[in-house]
Each structure stands twice: as structure tokens, then as C-alpha cells.
T-cell receptor
Framework: QIALKESGPTLVSPTQTLTVTCTFS??????????VAWIRQPPGKALEWLAL???????RYSPSLKGRLTITKDTSKNQVVLTMTNMDPVDTGTYYC???????????WGQGTLITVSS | VLTQSPATLSLSPGERAILSCRAS??????LAWYQQKPGQAPRLLIS???NRATGISARFSGSGPGTDFTLTISGLEPEDFAVYYC?????FGQGTKLEMK
């Protein structure tokens, strides 16, 4: 069965770069149609889609954050990495990775990792 | 843009909940609904506007297509009180909180 788990720092200083890793099992990002997305949620607020990488290395980014985000995949390690530059306290929240199934929906999610941006 | 209404819905167990999601332009049937409970990741309930995900109770139903979508929950159970989000493509709605009256 499909499982995903996020890992990364719990505390980041303002202006620093965040790097979070999604390690998954139960599918391969070398299989046509597969994708993994990053989605975040500030405390008490709504979900916000950030980025997505497809099996063919195509990637998509949130227009509002595009210049700050980079998403990459390591198929051999079953990992997807998201970097976000110039972190700000408003970037505080829970960061989820999710499996995008072939129809475009997110059918499996990691447990999420809480990232706090503070000096 | 996906706009959900109402922001909060207060109902009692056993009642029927109707949640709305309006798209700023037609998305056909390309819309999903998710349920999120406190401290948990979202869970996919409905895909393609009306198809229940694996293991989801028949009390949950979705309708569309086009720009106006609804999620109906019949006979509310205590475990149904949560926040519900709609999603299409790379966009989520702002959520509807279903709270117990």
C-alpha cells in the first residue's frame, strides 16, 4: 500500500532556505502518470498547494510562490525534495506531501511536518 | 478559484449536510472533496465530482459538473464533524467547517 512521510527541520530562521523531504513507498515515480505534490497549511487556515513533480520530471509551482520553490525527485531513493528560499514567519505551518493519482487527485497523504519560522 | 460556502455549518447528528463549492470557471467533473479532522492529514472522499473513494461511506455523495458542486452527507454521525475542502487541479477551496450544534 502507498505511504508517504515528510521529514525536515522543525524550526527555520527568517531568510533561511527550507528543505523538506518526502519519502514514499508503494509506488514508483518512474511509472507513467505518477506524481507527488507538496501542500501546506498555516495554523487554523486552509490548504495551499505548493508544487508537484511528475514521473517524467515535469514540475508545476504555485504562481504566488514560484520564484522561491524548487521540487526535485530521486527515483532510486523514492524521495521528493522541496526547497523554499527566503523563509518568513508567514510560511509557518504544516507541510504535507501527497500522492497524485492518475486522474489528478491526492489519494494518499503523509502525516505532515510542522515548520515554524522564527528567530 | 474555488469558493466554498458556508464557512461554518452547525448541525445535529442525524441531520443532512449540504456543502457547496463554486468554481470561477467550468472544471467539468474535475473536482474532489476531502475531509480533515483536527491534527490529521486530509482524506480523499470524492473524486471526479461524484465518485466515492475506496472505503468511504455511502452517506457521502457529490454532485456537479460545471461550476457548482455539492457534497451531501446524509444522517450525520459524530465522526463526520470536521473541515471539508474541495479541490480542482492545483487549487483548494478555503474550507467549510461542519460543527456539531
Amino acid at each position: 500500500q502507498i505511504a508517504l512521510k515528510e521529514s525536515g527541520p522543525t524550526l527555520v530562521s527568517p531568510t533561511q532556505t527550507l528543505t523538506v523531504t518526502c519519502t514514499f513507498s508503494g509506488f514508483s515515480l518512474s511509472t507513467a502518470g505518477e506524481g507527488v505534490a507538496w501542500i501546506r497549511q498555516p495554523p487554523g487556515k486552509a490548504l495551499e498547494w505548493l508544487a508537484l513533480v511528475y514521473w517524467n520530471n515535469d514540475s508545476r509551482y504555485s504562481p504566488s510562490l514560484k520564484g522561491r520553490l524548487t521540487i526535485t525527485k530521486d527515483t532510486s531513493k523514492n524521495q521528493v525534495v522541496l526547497t523554499m528560499t527566503n523563509m518568513d514567519p508567514v510560511d509557518t505551518g504544516t507541510y504535507y506531501c501527497a500522492h497524485r493519482e492518475q486522474l489528478g487527485y491526492f489519494d494518499h497523504w503523509g502525516q505532515g511536518t510542522l515548520i515554524t519560522v522564527s528567530s | 478559484v474555488l469558493t466554498q460556502s458556508p464557512a461554518t455549518l452547525s448541525l445535529s447528528p442525524g441531520e443532512r449536510a449540504i456543502l457547496s463549492c463554486r468554481a470561477s470557471q467550468s472544471v467539468g467533473t474535475f473536482l474532489a472533496w476531502y475531509q480533515q479532522k483536527p491534527g490529521q492529514a486530509p482524506r480523499l472522499l470524492i473524486s471526479d465530482a461524484s465518485n466515492r473513494a475506496t472505503g468511504i461511506s455511502a452517506r457521502f455523495s457529490g454532485s456537479g459538473p460545471g461550476t457548482d458542486f455539492t457534497l451531501t452527507i446524509s444522517g450525520l454521525e459524530p465522526e463526520d464533524f470536521a473541515v471539508y475542502y474541495c479541490q480542482s487541479g492545483y487549487t483548494f477551496g478555503q474550507g467549510t467547517k461542519l460543527e456539531m450544534k
